[in-house]
């Protein structure tokens, strides 16, 4: 765990704890600029070690190219600022794109794309190659510089990158728990509930999208609401109020309120 890293001094207040946890819980050796000649054993590693150093700065990388099924498997990595500048609205107006009805269809992505688009020239690649001494017979993912140069200011806030703000374990665990409430078929008002009391609302689309299965309308929903929450491992408590008619049989049953927490929040 890396002991001294502290957040940058205009880092909103809010968020300062939150930054520095997750920094300080990654493996002191990320704090290092990467260099020439790293090894590691799979792509993903190496990935989380690249976004961890990034994070400490104040910016993010992507994965812009390689695959492991290449002849000779080479990945590229690059700053997040990496795309080329658009110099002005008309460069803008000739990536969008419009349906039959010429009604706008891609305009919002290319404008999210600009405002990341800055020609930034830092580029990183990891190469499938023989490690150790000549004919060892060993071969292992190696680290290129291209260059590490940036040429924008560093973010104070490394949340303010998606790619960051994903990889929180607060967020991972919602994450989980969203995937779980999809496969219970739980619809997506009841999981909303569940999800903006833990504080990450999501919205209808991203709901429905993260499974491939196609959601059928569930009538015990409630029993599909308490098996998600059990298999995320949530600690949770609800109060139901019962309807009763005259001869004392329950008539309906709602769920008027749920708790549940984290159990390490507990
Ligand atoms: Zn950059």
Redesign the pocket.
């Known amino acids: 765990m890396a002991t001294n890293w502290s957040a940058n001094p205009r880092c909103p207040a809010h968020l300062r704890a939150e930054v520095e946890a997750r920094a300080l819980s990654f493996p002191p050796a990320f704090l290092n600029e990467p260099a020439n000649g790293e090894v590691f054993e799979n792509v993903d590693l190496c990935r989380e070690r690249l976004q961890g150093f990034a994070f400490t700065q104040g910016?993010a990388i992507v994965q812009t190219s390689g695959s492991m099924t290449q002849k000779h498997p080479r990945f590229y990595f690059q700053?997040?600022?990496?795309g080329r500048k658009t110099q002005n609205n008309r460069d803008l107006e000739e990536h969008i794109e419009r349906d039959e009805n010429g009604k706008i269809t891609t305009h919002r992505k290319q404008e999210a794309t600009s405002i990341n688009a800055?020609d930034?020239p830092?580029h990183l690649w990891l190469s499938y190659k023989q490690v150790g001494r000549r004919g060892s017979g060993q071969y292992g993912l190696v680290l290129g510089i291209k260059n590490n140069a940036?040429?924008?200011a560093m973010a104070v806030n490394p949340l303010v990158y998606s790619e960051h703000r994903k990889s929180l374990p607060a967020r991972q665990a919602i994450v989980e728990l969203s995937k779980s409430l999809r496969s219970a078929y739980v619809s997506y008002s009841a999981a909303r509930r569940v999800l903006e009391q833990a504080g990450f609302p999501l919205d209808r689309k991203s709901y429905y999208n993260l499974c491939q299965r196609p959601i059928s309308v569930e009538k015990d929903e409630f029993a599909a609401l308490v098996v998600a929450l059990e298999d995320a491992g949530f600690v949770f408590d609800c109060r139901m109020e019962e309807e009763i008619d005259e001869n004392d049989k329950v008539i309906d049953t709602q769920l008027q309120q749920i708790w549940f927490a984290y159990p390490d929040q507990i």
């Open positions: 910016f700053c997040i600022h990496h800055r930034c830092y940036y040429n924008h």
